[in-house]
């Protein structure tokens, strides 16, 4: 289906489809790629081996569309949307190296990670070489109000992921603290995204914050069903192993929930899980078992729809348009996702 009109779509019930959302970037993310591919370059032959095994296992490309969406509601025409949405991806692609190191993850985006092919020490180096790229391409920008939103977004991720490590196997892990940690973790980075959007738009700091406010709700949904996902997806679409989580001692809002209403034998059940070394494809099996009777991914589905509504609500300030619409769909496709 292809909307002519999408301001006038959006007053019906019905979500945009993303294949359109899609369209309307789809040059842009041409040249993200090859902005992406071109800082790949190196005289040190790994870097360009692992930057092509990087492109070729592909990715949702998630917050690049957001940052280019934004910048073209807040009415941007220049060029430099194209290297920070390359930037954006460069430091999420370096959190995931590192990610996938501490959790020693075999598979990402279906394939074999970096650290599974190349090794540990690869793996992190390469990740710090794109945090120190990223820096490079905002140096060349220099723009003080962007490098300050990216400066603030990457401490906050890094504090989220030390948080969250110190909360490894914690079974008394509150919902407060859990949202907390995506709130740093995840959504901060795709805050940043948005907003970047809107600084080079140069809109009104109202508008600037509305943009900011949405990623951020949006972000934590992200989270939200990606920690559902890994309880109820199937691995061959969801790109990475199901029930990492729980092998890594990572306490999310599904089994938040479920320990708050399990009896004493439930809770003995979680808690040898989470100890278990390996743990069991039954006992992952029982685990999610009573996070379904106890109504967790249910819980977590519907949290994760609070936060896009009120993401959507966030863009009220702005008129209708095909840009804004777009960005309703690209909301609702949070919740809607199963990768």
């Known amino acids: 289906m292809i909307v002519s009109n999408p301001a006038l779509f959006r007053a019906s019930s019905e979500p945009l489809p993303m294949d359109w959302v899609l369209r309307m970037v789809a040059e842009e993310l041409e040249e993200v790629d090859k902005e992406f591919r071109r800082n ?25 569309i957001l940052l280019l969406l934004s910048a073209k509601l807040c009415g941007y025409e220049g060029r430099q949307h194209i290297s920070m949405a390359s930037l954006i991806e460069f430091i999420h692609t370096a959190t995931l190296l590192h990610d996938d190191v501490v959790d020693g993850a075999e598979l990402r985006r279906g394939s074999r990670s970096v650290n599974s092919t190349w090794g540990n020490e690869a793996s992190v180096l390469m990740g710090d070489f794109l945090f120190t790229k990223s820096f490079s391409i905002l140096v060349e920008i220099a723009n003080w109000k962007i490098l300050r939103t990216i400066s603030r977004a990457t401490t906050l991720m890094a504090e989220g992921e030390l948080l969250e490590l110190t909360k490894t196997d914690d079974l008394n892990l509150t919902e407060e603290d859990y949202l907390s940690i995506i709130a740093r973790k995840t959504a901060s980075l795709i805050s940043s995204a948005a907003q970047i959007g809107a600084i080079l738009g140069g809109v009104s700091a109202e508008e600037e914050k509305a943009l900011a406010d949405f990623g951020m709700d949006v972000g934590m949904a992200f989270q939200l069903v990606d920690d559902n996902l890994d309880y109820t997806s199937r ?16 306490i999310t809002l599904p089994l938040i929930l479920a320990l708050s209403r399990c009896n004493r034998e439930e809770r003995k059940i979680v808690e040898e899980a989470v100890d278990a070394d390996p743990l069991t494809k039954e006992q992952f099996l029982r685990v999610v078992q009573i996070i379904d009777r106890h109504q967790g991914i249910r819980y977590t589905i519907e949290k994760a729809m609070a936060y896009v509504e009120s993401a959507k609500r966030r863009l009220d300030i702005f008129p209708d348009s095909p840009e804004k619409a777009a960005l309703v769909a690209l909301a609702d496709f949070v919740v809607q996702r199963r990768l």
């Open 235 to 250: 691995e061959e679409e969801f790109g990475k192993k199901i029930g990492i989580d729980l092998r890594d001692g990572k």
């Open 40 to 64: 790949f370059q190196s005289q040190v032959p790994i870097i360009s081996v692992i930057g092509e095994h990087l492109l070729l296992s592909g990715g949702k490309r998630f917050r690049p």
